[in-house]
């Protein structure tokens, strides 16, 4: 096993091999793989052997500097999409807890502890004060 291991790291030196914008794409697949055994289309499967052909050949590219920029292209668009996406996330597991509020001065979101009735709130960001109400 050990020699295995040896040949392909000797294989894939100087190669550019995975990133982000590989694991979206192999997230692409899977997905498409999925749509496909229920419409069975053969525009899904020519798209699964083009996102295919395109992972292994950023993987195996020994042009590091364009397939970086690729990625970082990639990264400039996901990255906000995760954000916002995480920040869902975090909204709906402490909805028991906490209300997210934004401040109407500055716009932005507050987190406040889940306590009913009317609140005066100052704002950390531009240390205005405000009124709400949380219902709950």
Do not use: W
């Not at 040949?7 to 995975?18: C, E, H, I, P, S």
């Not at 697949?29 to 055994?37: D, E, H, K, Q, W």
């Not at 668009?77 to 909204?91: M, Q």
């Amino acid at each position: 096993m050990g020699n295995f291991k040896n040949k392909l790291a000797q294989f894939m030196y100087g190669r550019y091999g995975t990133d982000q914008l590989y694991t979206a794409s192999i997230m692409a697949y899977f997905v498409l793989i999925v749509a496909n055994t229920f419409i069975k289309s053969t525009i899904i499967s020519y798209l699964m052997s083009l996102i295919l052909i395109l992972i292994i050949f950023r993987a195996l590219s020994r042009n590091t500097y364009k397939r970086s920029r690729e990625n970082e292209k990639f990264m400039k668009f996901f990255k906000p999409i995760k954000s916002k996406g995480s920040f869902e996330l975090r909204r709906i597991k402490e909805i028991k807890t906490h209300r997210f509020r934004k401040c109407p001065h500055c716009k932005k979101m507050l987190r406040l502890k889940r306590l009913r009735g009317k609140h005066t709130v100052k704002c950390p960001s531009c240390n205005k004060e405000f009124e709400l109400r949380i219902l709950g």
